[in-house]
Structures are given as C-alpha cells and as structure tokens.
C-alpha cells in the first residue's frame, strides 16, 4: 500500500518562504511517475482545497490566490513531489497534502504551516 509522507512545514512569518516535500513508500518503481501529483491544503474550519498540480510532464497548475508565489515540481526517481512556497501570507495557513489529483491514494498526515503575521 502506499503511503505517502509530508513534510517541511512551520512557523513562519508573513513574507517567508518554506518547501515541502511529498515521498511516497510502501512500494517499489517509481509509482508516482505516471500519475497527476497534486498538493492540497486544509485551512481551519475549511474544507481541503486543490492548490497545485503538475502533470507527469511537468505540466503545472496553481490556484489563483497562489499564483505566482508557489512552485510544485517532481523527481519521479524519488518518488517526490515538492512545493516551494514563497511570499507567505496567513491565509496560506493550513495543513499541506500531496496526493494524486484525483486523490487515489489514502491521504498521509499532511505538514502544518503556519502563517503569522
């Protein structure tokens, strides 16, 4: 079964930047490299919400309200996907996801960031 593990995240201050990292386990090849990989984030009291994701081509794709701050990318040799997040702001606050973009796999434990400002 895979698991997927994030991590990275913390106290920051508004402006900040910080960079997740999403590896995948509990199997062998590379499992993610065909598959549309996709960071979410859960914000207190809301719902999970899709803010990136990246083709097995590198294709890319980002929430609006991201757009221009965050970067997603992917080593496929890793089993990895990556989120670099800049220019923070507390609404970026939540917990961070990765999983496919049709979320096929059961979700890991996410990474706390958080915001202040």
């Known amino acids: 079964q895979v698991q997927l593990v994030e991590s990275g995240g913390g106290l920051v201050q508004a402006g900040g930047s910080l960079r997740l990292s999403c590896a995948a386990s509990?199997?062998?090849?590379?499992?993610?490299?065909?598959?549309?990989m996709a960071w979410y984030r859960q914000a207190p009291g809301k719902q999970r919400e899709l803010v990136a994701h990246i083709t097995p081509g590198s294709f890319t794709n980002y929430v609006d309200s991201v757009k221009g701050r965050f970067t997603i990318s992917r080593d496929n040799a890793k089993n990895a996907v990556y989120l670099q997040m800049n220019s923070l702001n507390p609404d970026d606050t939540g917990v961070y996801y990765c999983n496919t973009a049709s979320s096929i796999f059961s979700w890991g434990q996410g990474t706390q960031v958080t915001v202040s400002s």
């Open positions: 509990g199997t062998s090849g590379s499992i993610l490299r065909f598959k549309i």
